[in-house]
T-cell receptor, first 116, second 115 residues
Framework: AQTVTQSQPEMSVQEAETVTLSCTYDTSESDYYLFWYKQPPSRQMILVIRQEAYKQQNATENRFSVNFQKAAKSFSLKISDSQLGDAAMYFCAYRSRNNAGNMLTFGGGTRLMVKP | DTGVSQDPRHKITKRGQNVTFRCDPISEHNRLYWYRQTLGQGPEFLTYFQNEAQLEKSRLLSDRFSAERPKGSFSTLEIQRTEQGDSAMYLC?????????????FGPGTRLLVL
């Protein structure tokens, strides 16, 4: 079974600064997807960014980028130019690429606080 | 497209009572998922439908839990004989696979408190 670990329960960043959230995972599969989801205080989960394991290039979405290290099974999220609206819980998630495992496996989350 | 909706948003019940939650996915999304999230934790998978077929159930889903998606559109999750340990946020997500890529879109959740 796959497991996802987020070792930072809380992180804080100054507005306009850069912060990196860590995620490691354990799997025996070679092909899979990794995700970062954001859950603001209103509690609706929003997809931030997705990475396909077969792609070597790190995904980017505007101010959000990932550092995907497949051999190390590491998938960190970098938020540049942090904004007050970035304050939320961030969850790293894994999904198998085969049809038998469509569900997401989530880490325990990191609470990000943004200081003005 | 109004996104995934869930009803009710909050439910308080007494131990031993039955509760039912509803999820309306994004229209034309053929996959629907239920997750449970306890305070301070990440969501945990409960069950998954493709159209009206329930294809997978987690071991977390005890026999007190049942889910349906009768016409491949909305879904219901029923918990019978609720226990205090059932208190959690129940999240629904729907997805559509396009060109082999699937993204799950989450609803706002139903927060259940069992007294």
């Amino acid at each position: 079974a796959q497991t996802v670990t987020q070792s930072q329960p809380e992180m804080s960043v100054q507005e306009a600064e850069t912060v990196t959230l860590s995620c490691t995972y354990d799997t025996s599969e070679s092909d899979y997807y990794l995700f970062w989801y954001k859950q603001p205080p209103s509690r609706q989960m929003i997809l931030v960014i997705r990475q396909e394991a077969y792609k070597q290039q790190n995904a980017t979405e505007n101010r959000f980028s990932v550092n995907f290290q497949k051999a190390a099974k590491s998938f960190s999220l970098k938020i540049s130019d942090s904004q007050l609206g970035d304050a939320a819980m961030y969850f790293c998630a894994y999904r198998s690429r085969n049809n038998a495992g469509n569900m997401l496996t989530f880490g325990g989350g990191t609470r990000l606080m943004v200081k003005p | 497209d109004t996104g995934v909706s869930q009803d009710p948003r909050h439910k308080i019940t007494k131990r031993g009572q039955n509760v039912t939650f509803r999820c309306d996915p994004i229209s034309e999304h053929n996959r629907l998922y239920w997750y449970r999230q306890t305070l301070g934790q990440g969501p945990e998978f409960l069950t998954y439908f493709q159209n009206e077929a329930q294809l997978e159930k987690s071991r977390l889903l005890s026999d007190r839990f049942s889910a349906e998606r009768p016409k491949g559109s909305f879904s219901t999750l029923e918990i019978q004989r609720t226990e205090q340990g059932d208190s959690a946020m129940y999240l629904c997500a729907s997805s559509l696979v396009l060109a082999g890529v699937e993204t799950q879109y989450f609803g706002p959740g139903t927060r259940l408190l069992v007294l």
